[in-house]
């Protein structure tokens, strides 16, 4: 985390671009807390609000498009083959289907907020074959409001940027247990419904 931090630090906009780029990617980058930083940089003046929200959009927008690229073209193929190096396991990625298969695009905009699902949603729908215009209406307004969130948490903040960023990064993993139950028992009540 701490060169994470020295590289938003020292290159600003374009480290704050990159990381989320990659972040969402699925590489193992701590984007919450990037996004937490920069409010804090912006909040002391280090770093323009208007730029930094252009590329933190922008980021957030190339890496959920380069998974839905990947899921595209490539399909589950490729994601069954080099999906270890992003963290996509065969047990994330069924979670995420069947997720999909109910809740369809509304996954792509809330599953920025979920631990281990905003990797996936994209590569998902790239694998349904969900149309483009779809997929962008709901993956970039959901990517907006995503970073909206935590750089205005560590706008307001401020010095206690480290504090929020913590309590943010356990609070998710907390709220993405909850989501994911209650999915799998909403699945089991239609299934069993189903069954009779």
Known sequence: ????????????????????????????????????????????????????????????????????????TLGLGFIHKFGGYLHVTEARLDVVHQWFARIGHWALFVGYYIAGVRHFTAVVAG????????????????AFVWVCTFLGLGYFFGEHWKDVAEIARRNLHWISL???????????????????
């Open 127 to 142: 694998t349904s074959h969900l149309e483009y215009r779809s997929f962008a209406a709901y993956a970039y307004s959901g």
């Open 178 to 196: 909850v989501v994911l139950v209650l999915t799998a028992v909403y699945g089991l009540y239609r299934w069993l419904k189903r069954a009779r």
């Open 1 to 72: 985390m701490d060169l994470i931090i020295q590289w938003v630090t020292q290159y600003g906009y374009a480290a704050i671009f990159a990381l989320l780029m990659f972040g969402i990617v699925g590489l193992p980058i701590p984007d919450e807390s990037i996004l937490v930083y920069a409010g804090f940089l912006v909040s002391q003046g280090h770093l323009k609000l208007v730029p930094v929200l252009i590329v933190a959009f922008l980021g957030s927008a190339c890496g959920i498009s380069a998974s839905y690229t990947i899921g595209r």
